[in-house]
């Protein structure tokens, strides 16, 4: 299991998102990851045309710090970085996450990636949601209100979990990709075949005497702000989908 991770949204440009991923699934997906990295995933915002966010997982912390200096510093990087990076605005909007427990990393046992180039029919999973609760800087309780309380109930409403992470409180030990080290985040991923049947679970939701009357304002009271949700389109290589 993977017990590092980054959860990485970048701006671009108008119009350069396509031009991105396709760059990115064509070279950057099997040259990390014979680096000792993992991708779980790449994808569109479906909320703004100008956002691309993915996953990457490492070992641990030494590992992270080895495999990107050796996949920044290396050929692959070297010949595409130009491009890369000319799409982007921003990229360091970065938060650096970890399982909240033993059994909450991503499982993609039995899972394949598409051959780039492959036209993919997204037919398996078309949505997936990260679901981001801001913490205040002593809420490390949250985590065991969530796997008791919150999840059970998710689980029994159609929406189980296909991760529940944490911040990784680790110093950031490759500074040349900043991470953000203000974020105390709780972050749970769920996967749906479409957009109405995300919308129906939240309908479910709020039916639920548990979640509206008991669960919704135990959680409330831990979060230093609102929650925010991204809501996101697998690429074709995306391993989540």
Same mark, same amino acid.
């Given at each position: 299991?993977?017990?590092?991770?980054?959860?990485?949204?970048?701006?671009?440009?108008?119009?350069?998102?396509?031009?991105?991923?396709?760059?990115?699934?064509?070279?950057?997906?099997?040259?990390?990851?014979?680096?000792?990295?993992?991708?779980?995933?790449?994808?569109?915002?479906?909320?703004?045309?100008?956002?691309?966010?993915?996953?990457?997982?490492?070992?641990?912390?030494?590992?992270?710090?080895?495999?990107?200096?050796?996949?920044?510093?290396?050929?692959?990087?070297?010949? %595409?970085?130009?491009?890369?990076?000319?799409?982007?605005?921003?990229?360091?909007?970065?938060?650096?996450?970890?399982?909240?427990?033993?059994?909450?990393?991503?499982?993609?046992?039995?899972?394949?990636?598409?051959?780039?180039?492959?036209?993919?029919?997204?037919?398996?999973?078309?949505?997936?949601?990260?679901?981001?609760?801001?913490?205040?800087?002593?809420?490390?309780?949250?985590?065991?209100?969530?796997?008791?309380?919150?999840?059970?109930?998710?689980?029994?409403?159609?929406?189980?979990?296909?991760?529940?992470?944490?911040?990784?409180?680790?110093?950031?030990?490759?500074?040349?990709?900043?991470?953000?080290?203000?974020?105390?985040?709780?972050?749970?991923?769920?996967?749906?075949?479409?957009?109405?049947? %995300?919308?129906? %679970?939240?309908?479910?939701?709020?039916?639920?005497?548990?979640?509206? %009357?008991?669960?919704?304002?135990?959680?409330?009271?831990?979060?230093?702000?609102?929650?925010?949700?991204?809501?996101?389109?697998?690429?074709?290589?995306?391993?989540?989908?």
């Amino acid at each position: 299991m993977t017990e590092v991770l980054e959860l990485r949204q970048y701006t671009l440009h108008p119009g350069q998102r396509d031009v991105l991923i396709e760059l990115f699934d064509r070279e950057f997906v099997e040259s990390q990851e014979a680096l000792g990295m993992r991708l779980y995933g790449q994808f569109r915002d479906l909320d703004d045309p100008d956002r691309f966010v993915w996953f990457r997982g490492f070992p641990d912390m030494e590992t992270r710090a080895t495999a990107l200096a050796a996949f920044y510093g290396g050929p692959v990087w070297a010949e %595409h970085k130009e491009v890369a990076n000319a799409t982007m605005v921003t990229f360091d909007d970065v938060l650096l996450l970890r399982p909240a427990a033993p059994d909450c990393g991503f499982d993609l046992a039995g899972r394949t990636r598409a051959p780039a180039g492959a036209d993919v029919e997204d037919a398996e999973v078309s949505l997936v949601t990260v679901t981001l609760y801001h913490l205040p800087p002593d809420g490390d309780d949250f985590a065991e209100f969530f796997l008791t309380e919150v999840r059970p109930l998710l689980v029994e409403t159609g929406a189980p979990p296909l991760a529940c992470l944490r911040t990784e409180t680790a110093e950031n030990n490759y500074p040349a990709l900043p991470v953000r080290a203000d974020a105390n985040v709780f972050a749970w991923v769920a996967a749906y075949p479409d957009q109405e049947a %995300h919308l129906e %679970h939240v309908r479910t939701l709020g039916r639920s005497a548990r979640w509206t %009357h008991e669960l919704l304002p135990l959680l409330t009271k831990y979060l230093a702000r609102p929650p925010e949700q991204l809501h996101l389109a697998p690429t074709d290589r995306s391993l989540l989908r």
